[in-house]
């Protein structure tokens, strides 16, 4: 049988990427340089992009802060009456621990099928896969920031004083960016490969999200041991790194050690799976 040669990739326009690498190590890590060079690329048409999608909307793309705002006054006051908790402490902890969750939710959630709906580019242009990864990361930044804003008007409404303490939430901020860009990168190999991945993976942050004190307070179980779903669970110390300076509380040092050791382990796993997985990507697609 006589084997066909792929020229496909011959007509593909020549962009600056990874295409003189010659090891799988080379061509991975050049792939993740191609992708970073093509930051003006990628930052112009996520914003083009987000215009269109909400061009005919009434209020465009500020139904994201909207929606986070209604979401957080409408739930915090529900949980409140039933808890019992005091309106004013708990829309403000309620906010901040949303903006956290909605950003590592969201960005995994439409991870699992970026190279999916990526598929025509990936298969019709030299681009580098990293790229796909910058540019949903660079999204749910924007995203981030436009409901931070939801967050300062409530602290500003309710009273939060404002301290140098809430500088400490950056660090934890720019953590979760940079493990976004690798854990996407990872979840979207995967989701090609094993393609029910992502019904268990929503199952799973629904798990999390109910055992993770972003609804309740932490301080309910207050004088007693904190409970194994909450002390082992990483989504708790990923959430505490950016939720506790918010609300002008320092981080345990335990968080910081939790999530910067969890944020290592990924990206080592993303590039052993980038690496030994990113040639069998077309072929998977």
């Not at 061509?27 to 690329?41: E, I, V, Y």
């Not at 860009?181 to 993976?201: A, C, G, K, Q, Y």
């Not at 942050?205 to 972003?214: A, D, K, Q």
């Not at 002008?248 to 080592?268: D, F, H, K, M, R």
Request: net charge positive; with cysteine; hydrophobic share 55%.
């Amino acid at each position: 049988m006589t084997e066909t040669s792929n020229t496909s990739s011959d007509t593909r326009p020549n962009l600056p990427v990874y295409t003189n690498a010659r090891s799988g190590i080379h061509k991975a890590f050049a792939d993740l340089g191609g992708g970073l060079a093509l930051a003006p690329m990628w930052i112009h048409l996520t914003f083009q992009e987000m215009l269109g999608e909400f061009r005919r909307f009434f209020f465009g793309v500020f139904w994201i802060p909207l929606g986070m705002a209604i979401f957080v006054l409408a739930l915090g006051y529900v949980y409140a009456y039933i808890r019992q908790y005091e309106y004013g402490d708990y829309v403000p902890y309620l906010a901040s621990g949303m903006l956290a969750w909605q950003f590592m939710h969201i960005t995994t959630m439409n991870g699992m099928s970026l190279f999916t709906r990526s598929s025509a580019h990936i298969l019709n242009v030299n681009l580098p896969y990293s790229y796909f990864s910058f540019k949903l990361v660079f999204r749910q930044t924007v995203e981030l920031v436009m409901v931070f804003f939801v967050f300062l008007a409530v602290a500003i409404y309710f009273g939060l004083p404002f301290t140098p303490t809430m500088f400490l939430a950056v660090p934890g901020i720019l953590l979760y960016i940079v493990t976004a860009v690798f854990v996407v990168l990872l979840i979207s190999v995967l989701s090609i490969r094993f393609r029910d991945l992502e019904t268990p993976v929503s199952y799973a942050f629904r798990v999390f999200f109910l055992v993770t004190p972003i609804l309740w307070l932490l301080e309910d179980r207050a004088g007693s041991r904190r409970a194994a779903f909450v002390q082992y669970n990483p989504f708790f110390h990923y959430l505490e790194i950016v939720r506790a300076p918010l609300l002008n509380q320092v981080p345990e040092t335990l968080n910081w050690y939790v999530s910067a050791g969890c944020s290592c382990g990924l990206i080592l796993v993303a590039l052993i799976v980038f690496i030994r997985a990113r040639a069998k990507i077309p072929y998977w697609l």
